[in-house]
């Protein structure tokens, strides 16, 4: 199974960062408000940075990470990815 960590700008201009094991699948809860909490009010997403890992805890360690980074970090992540 592949496990993604990703980033989603949300409609008010934030950064949202989570893992899951279905990309698509996530992005259209969010996107439906079914989501997380944070991004129910902040839709709709748009996918700006994902990473594949082999095992969730991977995936979470590197979520972990990516929430502990300035926002101009997590700004130069996705302008690296492009």
């Known amino acids: 199974m ?4 990703y980033m ?7 950064l949202y960062t989570g893992y899951t094991n279905d990309l698509d699948k996530r992005l259209k809860a969010h996107n ?4 997380a909490k944070y991004t129910r009010s902040r839709g709709p997403v748009e996918l700006v ?3 594949e890992y082999k095992t969730k805890e991977e995936a ?3 979520e972990w990470h990516i929430k502990r ?3 101009n ?6 302008d690296d990815k492009l």
């Open 2 to 5: 592949t496990y993604y960590t």
């Open 8 to 14: 989603v700008r949300c409609s008010d201009g934030s």
């Open 73 to 78: 970090k997590k700004e130069e992540l996705i």
């Open 49 to 51: 940075y994902s990473e």
């Open 69 to 71: 980074l300035s926002r």
């Open 60 to 62: 979470m360690s590197r």
């Open 32 to 35: 439906t408000g079914k989501g």
